[in-house]
């Protein structure tokens, strides 16, 4: 089965096996604005027993993913929303399908994996936060934008700081040109807040396994003050999980 997961800046497949859940599969991604569908295609042209597809991307673009998957394959499409509860992960939205359906499968895939409480960050186009305590019960969360949609709200907003790169040796924390102003001051508004956001949540929640995952995880996560577990493909393990229980 072809698994997609369709975020905000990019597009990722991977090819996935039930029978073998183990086995490494092949797998690549494509900017969200510059579709290369030839690349979904040699995917698609093989025999597939179901094409998953976890996607945040907006109605304009699921809609000619599923064009193209159905041009190009016999298999059905399934896109996932968000469900009231699932292998007792319990979701806490009042309309539980308006929660990112890439928020529920990370966490169903961290529930799965650890089966105690968690407060995951997915630092990807948008950050979110969100808890899980230790019966599966989803406490809520929040959204943030990520760093580079930090970055484009600056440049469009501004009319003199813009992109282009400046010189700036000194190694410090503060800059001394605007691109690197710009860098730094939006890293360290993600790193402050999401040090005062797990502590928040500590303080209510109590000791927390702190999971850390997205594009920028690697680069946020040496400055934060707490420690935390840095997981990759969530949604994918997250999709699997979904796959091998929904047969
Ligand atoms: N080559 C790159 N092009 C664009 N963004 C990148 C790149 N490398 C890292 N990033 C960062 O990764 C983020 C996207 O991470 P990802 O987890 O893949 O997001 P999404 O699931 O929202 O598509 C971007 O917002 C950006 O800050
Ligand atoms: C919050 C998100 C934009 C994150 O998207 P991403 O950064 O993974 O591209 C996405 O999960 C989404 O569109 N969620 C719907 C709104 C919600 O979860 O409340
Ligand atoms: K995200």
Request: proline share 0%; aromatic share 8%; charged share 15%.
């Given at each position: 089965m072809l698994l997609i997961d369709a975020g905000n800046t990019f597009v990722k497949w991977q090819q996935f096996s039930p029978s073998d859940f183990?086995?490494?599969s092949s797998f690549g991604q494509f900017p969200l604005q510059e579709p290369q569908w030839e690349m979904l295609h040699q995917q698609i042209n093989r025999p597939l027993e179901r094409i998953m597809v976890s996607s945040v991307a907006g109605e304009a673009f699921d809609q000619k993913l599923v064009?193209?998957?159905?041009?190009?394959?016999a298999a059905p499409v399934q896109l996932l929303q968000s469900p009231n509860e699932f292998l007792q992960l319990k979701n806490s939205y009042f309309e539980p399908e308006r929660l990112g359906i890439d928020r529920?499968?990370?966490?169903?895939?961290?529930?799965?994996?650890?089966?105690?409480?968690?407060?995951?960050i997915d630092c990807g186009?948008?950050?979110t936060?969100?808890?899980v305590d230790g019966q599966g019960q989803h406490s809520g969360g929040l959204i943030t934008p990520g760093l580079e949609m930090m970055r484009q709200s600056l440049f469009g907003g501004t009319g003199r700081v813009d992109r282009r790169p400046s010189e700036d040796s000194r190694q410090s924390f503060l800059a001394?040109?605007?691109f690197h102003a710009v860098q730094g001051g939006t890293l360290y508004s993600l790193v402050s807040y999401i040090d005062r956001i797990v502590d928040e949540i500590q303080a209510t929640y109590g000791e927390l396994n702190c999971v850390i995952t997205g594009g920028d995880a690697e680069q946020l996560v040496s400055l934060l003050k707490q420690s935390f577990q840095m997981e990759k493909g969530l949604v994918f393990r997250g999709l699997k999980i979904f796959a091998t229980h929904s047969e």
């Open positions: 183990s086995k490494e064009k193209q998957c159905q041009q190009h394959s529920w499968l990370a966490m169903l895939a961290v529930w799965r994996e650890t089966s105690q409480g968690f407060c995951l186009s948008a950050v936060v969100d808890v001394c040109s605007t």
